[in-house]
């Protein structure tokens, strides 16, 4: 899992500049050609001040002067103050911001008052301390439920009701545009000496499922979540004891090659198909062999393919025989994921398939292969006493096993 913070930001609203002064002797003393510079966050890029009001009050004579919209200037914000008269100021601002902060888009309103400002010709540089802006953390996986259900016959239902969901665990709006759903080339049952060996500068994959967008078109709120569903239908028609997935917010859809096949198509968006190694429908291992990770793509799909194949050669053995194999993948780079989890079963348990940077352990449903007491059951991601999910990167201590399914009621 990869964490991406958001910390002390918006971190000073200085005003600047050497007042120029004048006086007459039967009126006050005036400050002109001031200039209040809005510093902007630290840690991300590509800021813009979308909205902006704000106002100094003379706390003597209650006059109000409007601050002007500011101007950029450099990495900050520029308000130029015509002239103001000597004395003591209630000094207030708010107003919106938009950014990047590891490539995802996100926006906050801030808003920030100091009062009691002297404002003279001894005392011209004034400052506020603003600190509206203290995220933590980003998108992360928040519950996967792989396993699936059963009929009341007792029997597996193969009508695909698997999801994923992902949750804004910051303070601030985040955009889901281009954030993708990965699924692991490789198995956490099946140890290899893959060569070239990538696991320390990316994450190599069998699926790539991304949500669409125009960067900022799927807004979530802190602590809001999106449902990503196998099959967005109302599961619950063909198997009483399954889940109502028609109001997922988007859903994996496939076009099969195999026309007896076909994947139903519900009413939630479709996540753009970038790669999947099956021709058929894609679901999620419903003993959780694979691992699975959301990245925020870069680019274009065809650049992607172009520039990320992946072979992986290996030496497989068998008893006594041994012979030279090769995988033909694709890789994401281990800099574009923001999340990732591990999961296995602990009778097959052989490694994790993630840099440890991004997780250094698993977390499971089911004990032993094919263990029937694994379905209906989820992994879900613990959260502290203020309702934030632990991330420490290691599953193992982020997830709860062997959970209910929260959309399972």
Not at 274 to 290: E, K, L, P, Q, V
């Amino acid at each position: 899992m990869r964490k991406n913070i958001f910390r002390s930001a918006l971190m000073l609203l200085a005003v600047s500049a050497a007042f120029v002064s004048c006086s007459k002797d039967d009126g006050p003393t005036i400050v002109k050609n001031g200039t209040v510079t809005l510093e902007m966050p630290i840690n991300v890029s590509d800021v813009v001040l979308n909205s902006f009001s704000g106002t100094a009050t003379n706390v003597q004579s209650g006059k109000v002067t409007t601050l002007t919209t500011p101007t950029k200037n450099g990495n900050n914000y520029v308000i130029t103050i015509p002239e103001l008269e000597e004395g003591s100021y209630n000094i207030s601002a708010k107003g919106n911001i938009s950014f990047l902060k590891g490539g995802v888009a996100g926006t906050t309103d801030f808003e920030v008052q100091n009062n009691g400002v002297s404002v003279s010709e001894k005392s011209n540089t004034l400052k506020m301390a603003v600190n509206s802006f203290q995220a933590e953390g980003g998108f992360v996986i928040s519950e996967i439920f792989y396993t699936g259900t059963t009929t009341p016959e007792g029997k597996q239902y193969s009508g695909g009701d698997g999801y994923m969901i992902i949750t804004n665990n910051s303070d601030v709006t985040l955009y889901a545009d281009s954030i993708a759903v990965l699924e692991s080339q490789f198995l956490t049952t099946d140890k290899q000496d893959y060569t070239p060996d990538v696991m320390n500068e990316a994450f190599s994959v069998e699926a790539v499922y991304m949500i669409p967008g125009s960067g900022t078109s799927v807004a979530v709120a802190p602590g809001e979540s999106l449902t990503l569903a196998i099959n967005a239908i109302n599961h619950k028609e063909a198997n009483a004891n399954s889940i109502d997935l028609s109001n997922a917010d988007f859903e994996f859809y496939d076009v099969s090659s195999n026309p007896n096949i076909t994947d139903p198509d519900g009413k939630a968006p479709n996540l753009d198909k970038w790669y999947c190694y099956t021709a058929s429908i894609f679901g999620f291992h419903n003993r959780g062999y694979h691992s699975y990770a959301i990245a925020k793509m870069q680019g274009d799909k065809e650049t992607w393919l172009k520039d990320y194949a992946y072979t992986a050669e290996y030496t497989f053995t068998f008893n006594e025989y041994s012979f030279p194999m090769s995988t033909d993948t694709y890789k994401v780079p281990n800099s574009w994921i923001l999340d990732a989890v591990n999961l296995s079963v602990e009778s097959e348990f052989q490694w994790i398939v993630t840099a440890a940077s991004l997780d250094a352990g698993w977390t499971y449903c089911g004990k032993v292969d094919r263990d029937q007491t694994r379905y209906n059951k989820s992994v879900i991601r613990k959260q502290d006493a203020n309702g934030k999910y632990v991330d420490t990167n290691n599953s193992t201590n982020d997830f709860t096993p062997e959970a209910q399914p929260s959309l399972l009621k």
